[in-house]
């Protein structure tokens, strides 16, 4: 298998390792040792030595959920999001990736967003057809909100009307190049799909994103890929809170006391983790989870739950004990994609908010 000389080299280190066991997401909620990071390399290694075949190994492959834990805690420096992204490009050259990745990949080639979807829901297209006329400040919304939680899509929308700001949303909106980056990684297919949406937002002198996977991808990825940002580009939150300072955004003490989900895309590879805290804490007061800001734990998302949806309750039920055994009931997110899949498992004992249901009470 072609991989880079670094990563073969992170690969023959981490997989003697178990420091990452406690913080793995997937390996938490399946209990298998196979899915995680060290059993993953192991499996590389494997293929590497021509001990087994690449195929043998592509489902383990697609269970990293690419939260990047594990590089954090690992004080030995290995990075085991980076060559599984590198095996995922070269499955995807091979023509070995699995069935089920091959049909999304396809569909965000063909159709522009893994989940085949073309059509907006109702009370989104009329949402944004308020908005359709140009102005310097677009909102991206990204594909998870428009196609999969419409209705969280609507709110965002609502929030930004609240505080009176002028902005455009499009009825025909490009992927970022997330979705494509997370299933094959660093392809040709991949960049020119971060190209396309690139041009387009700098056609704005602002892009508000409201997704952080989105976010991650436009403010970090981009430039790694070498695509070329003109616009500001600002996270949701950052932008939320900016707007909370203002007084644009006004405060309405809501009597809830919560706990907040971090984005991991925000919290780790932004860096980014007082902006929602900021926005929570003047509707609500604000505890907080035993592993927060950087040391979050991964609460499931709706790309992964296409192929593993069971693994993906278990990982949201994992998240969801954590704030209950805190004798916490109200969790506030601003991931719409960990939204969705701590809503689908949460009973009548906790209550999952979105960062928007929170503000618009």
């Not at 990071?37 to 959920?65: F, K, Q, T, W």
């Not at 387009?200 to 989105?214: E, Q, R």
Request: charged share 25%; net charge negative.
């Amino acid at each position: 298998m072609i991989m880079s000389e670094k990563s073969k080299q992170h690969v023959d280190s981490c997989r003697f390792c178990w420091m990452c066991h406690h913080i793995c997401p997937i390996g938490n909620a399946t209990g298998h040792e196979r899915s995680t990071p060290r059993a993953r390399a192991l499996g590389i290694s494997m293929v590497n030595r021509g001990a087994i075949e690449l195929d043998e190994i592509m489902d383990n492959i697609y269970e990293c959920a690419g939260c990047g834990a594990c590089v954090r805690d690992c004080v030995t420096g290995w990075d085991p999001v980076m060559f599984t992204k590198e095996v995922r490009l070269q499955a995807a050259l091979d023509g070995k990736l699995p069935e089920y990745i091959n049909k999304m990949v396809d569909n965000c080639l063909d159709i522009g967003n893994a989940y085949g979807k073309t059509a907006l829901c109702g009370k989104l297209s009329e949402a944004i057809s308020k908005h359709e006329k140009k102005t310097d400040t677009l909102l991206f919304l990204g594909s998870d909100a428009r196609y999969m939680a419409c209705e969280e899509a609507v709110k965002a929308i609502k929030v930004l009307e609240s505080a009176g700001v002028e902005f455009t949303v499009l009825q025909d909106e490009t992927d970022s190049g997330a979705q494509l980056d997370f299933l094959i990684g660093a392809s040709d297919e991949t960049k020119e799909q971060m190209n396309k949406t690139a041009s387009v937002m700098n056609s704005y002198k602002t892009v508000i994103l409201y997704d952080p996977a989105d976010a991650k991808t436009v403010k970090q990825t981009y430039p790694t890929y070498d695509v070329k940002l003109e616009c500001k580009a600002y996270t949701y939150t950052s932008y939320l809170a900016e707007l909370v300072k203002s007084g644009a955004l006004k405060a309405k003490a809501s009597g809830k006391t919560v706990v907040y989900q971090d984005p991991f895309q925000l919290s780790r590879d932004l860096e980014e983790t007082e902006c929602a805290r900021e926005v929570i804490s003047a509707f609500a007061t604000l505890h907080e989870m035993h592993l927060n800001r950087a040391e979050t734990v991964w609460a499931g998302n709706i790309l992964m739950a296409q192929y593993m949806p069971e693994v993906m309750k278990l990982v949201a039920e994992r998240r969801i004990f954590n704030a209950k055994s805190l004798g916490e009931s109200v969790i506030v997110t601003a991931s719409v994609s960990e939204y969705r899949s701590l809503k689908a498992v949460a009973d009548e004992s906790v209550e999952i908010l979105s960062l928007e249901d929170l503000i618009l009470g």
